[in-house]
Nanobody, 116 residues
Framework: QVQLVESGGGLVQPGGSLRLSCEAS????????MGWYRQAPGKQREWVAR???????NHADSVKGRFTISRDNAKLTVYLQMNGLKYEDTAVYYC??????????WGQGTPVTVSS
């Protein structure tokens, strides 16, 4: 059974940092492209970052220079380091995994609230 379990969300002040983690099980993690998405209240889910099975990373313009996606294949985990958090980063953050054949899996989400 495939599971993606996010953790690390919480309440942080503007300018602060958080590191989200997504631990996978039930998949050949090293073969999967992994990503992070977010959904703010009343808005559609949007892409944040992705990292290929080979380690190539891309980030949305809205987070470029502030967020960094990385992966540790030995730990079956993908990370999202978030620095310089802004009010508009408040959202539920979801982990996403895509298999080589295109099957897509989602985690349950972890909430991030940026507030003073």
């Amino acid at each position: 059974q495939v599971q993606l379990v996010e953790s690390g969300g919480g309440l942080v002040q503007p300018g602060g940092s958080l590191r989200l983690s997504c631990e996978a099980s039930g998949i050949a993690f090293r073969l999967y492209a992994m990503g992070w998405y977010r959904q703010a209240p009343g808005k559609q889910r949007e892409w944040v970052a992705r990292i290929s099975s080979g380690g190539s990373a891309n980030h949305a313009d809205s987070v470029k220079g502030r967020f960094t996606i990385s992966r540790d294949n030995a730990k079956l985990t993908v990370y999202l380091q978030m620095n310089g958090l802004k009010y508009e980063d408040t959202a539920v953050y979801y982990c996403n995994g895509i298999s080589p054949d295109g099957s897509t899996y989602w985690g349950q989400g972890t909430p991030v609230t940026v507030s003073s």
